[in-house]
């Protein structure tokens, strides 16, 4: 299993809303990604994970609250969003971090309303 | 601090045609990648260059490497529709393999 999966697939949220994006791996990796990529941009790097741990927070705003409670599982908490937060989320893996080979998920993309 | 110049932004061109997206870094680097990504779709790996005069070839596309002039191209024979998409290249940094993107070249081909 090769695969990157990223759930749902779409989510429309409220500003004062809050809900959970989905990030699963069955690649034995220990590093996972999250990103962020707004419309006809290239993807920006929010958080590190490795071995289960936060390794990288790239400054992003705390009504983003990423979790990983096992190492084949990522997730974001969303609260509080902005409209401007709506984009395509990127959730990616490697085997260790750091590590040249990252594999990509399919990607969520959210609007907030 | 390491920055990747793509270009050009945007590319329309004719099916049959050929061109050439450009991609610069700023700093030396151990590995480039190239990635399409297709309108809410997410990143799909096309290459990935390693060594000074890297070439890599799949189908219509082909995508160099010269590091003494930190210059990636990636060259489009023939152009068809269903290459249309954007394309991104990316440079990893050496310090921590932290991917910096270019900013992306928009492709239309037009039949």
């Known amino acids: 299993d090769t695969e990157v999966t990223q759930t749902p697939k779409h989510l429309v949220m409220g500003m004062t809303n809050k809900k959970s994006l989905k990030c699963e791996q069955h690649?034995?990796?220990?590093?996972m990604y999250w990103y962020k990529q707004k419309a006809k941009k290239p993807p920006e790097l929010m958080f590190v994970y490795s071995y289960e741990k936060l390794s990288i927070n790239e400054s992003v705003p705390s009504r983003f609250s990423p979790e990983c409670p096992n190492s084949s599982l990522l997730n974001l908490h969303l609260h509080a969003l902005q409209p401007e937060d709506s984009a395509l989320y990127l959730c990616a893996s490697s085997q260790v971090y750091p590590s040249y080979e990252q594999y990509f998920g399919p990607g969520t993309r959210l609007t907030v309303t | 601090e390491l920055k990747v110049e793509q270009n050009p932004l945007f590319l329309s061109m004719q099916e049959g045609k050929n061109y050439t997206i450009y991609c610069n870094y700023s700093?030396?680097?151990?590995?480039l990648y190239w990635y399409r990504q297709d309108p809410g779709k997410s990143l799909e790996s096309l290459f990935v260059l390693l060594s000074n005069g890297a070439v890599k070839q799949e189908g219509r596309l082909m995508a160099s490497l010269d590091t003494k002039a930190r210059l990636s191209t990636l060259h489009i024979t023939a152009a068809v529709h269903d290459l249309s998409a954007t394309y991104f290249c990316?440079?990893?940094?050496?310090?921590?393999?932290?991917?910096?993107w270019g900013a992306g070249t928009k492709l239309i081909i037009k039949p």
């Open positions: 700093t030396t680097s151990d590995r």
């Open positions: 690649m034995g990796h220990r590093a």
């Open positions: 990316a440079v990893a940094m050496d310090s921590n393999y932290q991917l910096i």
